[in-house]
């Protein structure tokens, strides 16, 4: 069926150190991946984005990495700050229409 | 930065009455997006339209919902007889193409069906 997972509800890590959130996707033909932050009571936000002729694609202070072999997406912040913490969601494309399709969540916790 | 926007950000009705969400997508962008998400779930996707149609929509899009393009600015979603099920946050995105480009995301309307 579709689904877009996460590994962990939560995770909470120390200010300062480099945080890694974990994403299994089911469809093998997505094309588009998308990382989205969400802070409490506001819409989606937009951080990294990678599509799947890459395996790697780095921002500032953040990295995704795409492994096509095990359909599996990771984000990962270098140098975690508390402004951080939030819910953080990767989506998948699954159509020309622009369909997204998201996972369920993490929880990011920076402890100062 | 243009952005997307919506109102209301809160609203709160009764069982049965018909609701309608606004949104203003970014103005160049010609790919419009609703989705939902309930207190504490993944957001989840309800319609996608372009050129003043519907391209695709979800299972949770029944017959109840229907969206509109009003004029040259305005995106609405409208929920016709409300149901208790019906109480999530309600975002709108759009994109300036389909598929494969980044869709950015209005800050919700919050809605409470009582």
């Known amino acids: 069926g579709e689904s877009v997972g996460l590994h962990l509800p939560t995770l909470s890590v120390q200010e300062g150190d480099n945080s890694i959130i974990n994403c299994a996707y089911s469809?093998?033909?997505?094309?588009?991946f998308i990382w989205y932050k969400q802070e409490s009571g506001k819409g989606p936000q937009f951080i990294i984005d990678?599509?799947?002729?890459?395996d790697k694609r780095q921002g500032q202070r953040v990295t995704v990495l795409l492994n096509k072999t095990v359909k599996h997406l990771s984000l990962q912040i270098a140098a975690t700050q508390p402004g951080d913490s939030a819910v953080y969601f990767c989506?998948?494309?699954?159509?020309?229409?622009?369909?997204?399709?998201f996972g369920q969540g993490t929880t990011l916790q920076v402890k100062p | 930065e243009p952005e997307v926007t919506q109102t209301p950000s809160h609203q709160v009705t009764q069982m049965g009455q018909e609701v309608i969400l606004r949104c203003v997508p970014i103005?160049?962008?010609?790919?419009f997006y609703w989705y939902r998400q309930i207190l504490g779930q993944k957001v989840e996707f309800l319609v996608s339209?372009?050129?003043?149609?519907?391209?695709?929509k979800s299972e949770i899009f029944d017959d109840q919902f229907s969206v509109e393009r009003p004029d040259g600015s305005n995106f609405t979603l409208k929920i016709r007889s409300t149901k208790l099920e019906d109480s999530a946050m309600y975002f709108c995105?759009?994109?300036?193409?389909?598929?494969?480009?980044?869709?950015?995301f209005g800050p919700g309307t919050r809605l409470l069906v009582l």
């Open positions: 469809n093998s033909a997505s094309d588009y």
């Open positions: 989506a998948e494309m699954w159509s020309n229409t622009g369909k997204l399709i």
């Open positions: 995105a759009s994109t300036r193409s389909g598929g494969g480009e980044t869709q950015y």
């Open positions: 339209f372009y050129n003043n149609e519907i391209s695709e």
């Open positions: 103005s160049n962008h010609l790919y």
């Open positions: 990678i599509r799947s002729n890459m």
